[in-house]
């Protein structure tokens, strides 16, 4: 199983950006898909985007969509968000998260089997 950090997480005000990373400590990280969750307080941990191993294909939780952009780069073993027109409810903790495999497309939790600790994103508005 890949080892997972995140960093860039922090404080932001509403319409403001954040960059996400995610370092995955495996010497075989291009062969897994990634994604990203988010759990706010109370709440269930939900999508937010996937990646396809080879970063040709990507996809979105709609409440993202058009503000939110996934990318790699597998010769840094890590996986970005770029999260843009940040919203209120966009807080919470975030979290990356590694596939099984290469399989995809991927959304459910069940499809990844690595998370990160996850980094916390507030925003104030």
């Known amino acids: 199983q890949a080892q997972l950090v995140e960093s860039g997480g922090g404080l932001v005000q509403a319409g403001g950006s954040l960059r996400l990373s995610c370092a995955a400590s495996?010497?075989?990280?291009?062969?897994?898909?990634m994604g990203w969750f988010r759990q706010a307080p109370g709440k269930e941990r939900e999508f937010v985007a996937a990646?396809?191993?080879?970063?040709?294909?990507?996809i979105y939780a709609d409440s993202v969509k058009g503000r939110f952009s996934i990318s790699r780069d597998n010769a840094k073993n890590t996986v970005y968000l770029q999260m843009n027109s940040i919203k209120p409810e966009d807080t919470a903790v975030y979290h990356c998260a590694a596939g099984r495999g290469r399989y995809f497309p991927v959304s459910s939790i069940g499809d990844f089997g690595s998370w990160g600790q996850g980094t916390q994103v507030t925003v104030s508005s």
């Open positions: 495996t010497r075989h990280f291009f062969i897994y898909s």
């Open positions: 990646i396809h191993w080879n970063g040709g294909s990507t």
